[in-house]
């Protein structure tokens, strides 16, 4: 065996640490753990938030405003530049382009928009789309039909 190969494989399995084996060992009695308190109990586990006892930050702290974070529609965003990636004369619908990888999964809400340029003719569906999106869309003589 090589001096090489020794190294790749000394530090492959870590030892155990063996607690409460006797003073001479350095970890007996307490086992690490210190002198009573939460810490020494079976059990026991720190919250990032807990300051001793000590009221914590967040509860001191007054409450301010709303958010309508949670209430907000969100939509997969897709360009018109994307759609030429499809056939003349196709149906382009969410399914379409969660097959092509353009949105992730076919579930979500979709909005095309209008940026770079078509030339083929599409008849694409989507939740939502933008004015030069629709524009972009029916000035090549394609359809741009609203999912209600």
Do not use: W
Not at 42 to 56: I, K
Not at 95 to 122: C, F, M, P, W, Y
């Amino acid at each position: 065996m090589l001096n090489h190969e020794i190294t790749s494989i000394a530090g492959k399995h870590k030892v155990r640490r063996r607690v409460g084996r006797g003073v001479g060992t350095g970890r007996g009695k307490t086992c690490g753990r210190g002198h009573k308190g939460s810490g020494s109990r079976a059990g026991s586990t720190s919250v990032s938030l807990y300051e001793g006892g000590q009221m914590p930050l967040f509860r001191r702290l007054p409450k301010r405003g709303f958010s309508n974070y949670n209430f907000a529609t969100r939509f997969q965003i897709v360009n018109v530049s994307q759609l030429e990636r499809f056939d003349e004369g196709a149906d382009v619908g969410v399914e379409q382009l969660s097959n092509a990888g353009l949105i992730d999964g076919r579930k979500t809400k979709v909005k095309i928009l209008g940026n770079g340029e078509l030339t083929k003719k599409l008849e694409v569906t989507a939740h939502k789309f933008s004015k030069s999106a629709e524009q972009k869309i029916v000035g090549c003589g394609g359809k741009a039909k609203l999912i209600t």
